[in-house]
């Protein structure tokens, strides 16, 4: 069956420090890769995606997440980070069903502490 | 260009009434699909609409329904509110170009609670 894990419920960083939010999915073939933050009581914001080419896409506010085929993985990274992206977290994989739908990981609350 | 946007932003319903909520697309999107998002049950989509017609739908009870007008303008309606239907319940749009790969932008989302 067609799913995506988000494997870390919360995670604490440090401001300044290095993040990785990890993200597994299963499917046969090569999805539509996503991800998104959500801030409380907003909307999703969509910080990148992947749907082919190059294997490490790059996003907004200082973020990439690299696609490996061979994990079935699209793990989030960000090489320093600010208080500012304390939000939930939530990767995003569209099955290529022919319509608009995506399929969401479970979601990682990212903490920064000072 | 104006985001997606969704009103009202917040509701407060009693179990079994019913409600509608609306959606207006990004200028120029013509899918829009719907998704619930509880603590529980995470994000989970709900139905897509292209030109008017719903095209996806996914495994809700008939009580929820929805429609889409020719502006791409949606809305979606939930009859015999229960207790489980609090939840933010979130639109969002995509320009659906044939043959394309799409992108969905999200609204701010509706808060609806059930007392």
């Known amino acids: 069956a067609q799913s995506v894990t988000q494997p870390d419920i919360h995670i604490t960083v440090s401001e300044g420090a290095s993040l990785e939010l990890r993200c597994n999915y299963s499917y046969g073939a090569t999805p539509y890769l996503f991800w998104y933050v959500q801030s409380p009581g907003q909307g999703l914001q969509l910080l990148l995606k992947y749907f082919s080419g190059d294997t490490l896409v790059q996003g907004i506010k200082g973020f990439e997440a690299e696609f490996k085929r061979s994990q079935s993985s699209f793990n989030l990274r960000k090489p320093s980070v600010h208080w500012s992206d304390a939000a939930e977290y939530f990767c995003a994989v569209d099955f290529d069903s022919g319509y608009s739908t995506l399929t969401f990981g479970k979601g990682t609350m990212l903490l920064v502490s000072p | 260009k104006a985001g997606v946007t969704q009103t009202p932003r917040y509701l407060i319903k009693t179990r079994g009434q019913q409600v509608t909520l609306s959606c207006s697309p990004i200028?120029?999107?013509?899918?829009v699909s719907w998704y619930q998002q509880t603590p529980g049950q995470g994000l989970q989509f709900l139905f897509e609409y292209f030109s008017e017609t719903q095209r996806n739908k996914g495994n809700f009870p008939g009580r929820f329904s929805g429609r889409q007008f020719s502006n791409s303008r949606s809305e979606m309606n939930v009859s015999t509110l229960e207790l489980g239907d609090s939840a933010l319940y979130l639109c969002?749009?995509?320009?659906?170009?044939?043959?394309?790969?799409?992108?969905?932008?999200f609204g701010p989302g509706t808060r609806l609670t059930v007392l």
């Open positions: 969002a749009s995509s320009l659906a170009l044939k043959g394309a790969t799409d992108t969905q932008y």
């Open positions: 200028s120029g999107h013509r899918s």
